[in-house]
């Protein structure tokens, strides 16, 4: 299974990105999701939906700025990140969960494959 992310970069606070991962094919996945990892900081839940797109959840660090959405076709999912600001500055990782609980989205032990990450830095 490959996950490809992609779409990191330097930008400043108000700013936007737009993170892409693309999901090798031929695999089932039940939800994806979107950790990052500050320098010095535990991996933190940021995005999660299911592959149908009749689920999503937020951390409370970025609901109304963040979007996390897919695109079936191209087996790739999202996260557009709006208003971007220097805290949002760390390592983006996009995962993938084959089955197990919708509830447990939020925790990183919940997904099976995992991305090499993006480098995501806002200046102030």
């Known amino acids: 299974v490959q996950l490809q992310a992609s779409g990191g970069g330097l930008v400043q606070a108000g700013e936007s990105l737009r993170l892409s991962c693309v999901f090798g094919?031929?695999?089932?996945?039940?939800?994806m999701g979107w950790f990052r990892q500050a320098s010095g900081k535990e991996r933190e839940f940021i995005a999660a939906?299911?592959?149908?797109?009749?689920?999503?959840i937020y951390s409370d660090s970025v609901k109304g700025r963040f979007t996390i959405s897919r695109d079936n076709v191209d087996n790739t999912v999202y996260l557009q990140m709006n208003s971007l600001k220097p805290e949002d500055t760390a390592v983006y990782y996009c995962a993938a969960g084959t089955s197990g609980s919708w509830t447990l989205t939020r925790r990183a032990d919940a997904y099976d494959y995992w991305g090499q990450g993006a480098q995501v830095t806002v200046s102030s």
């Open positions: 094919r031929n695999f089932r996945m039940y939800f």
């Open positions: 939906m299911t592959w149908r797109g009749d689920k999503k």
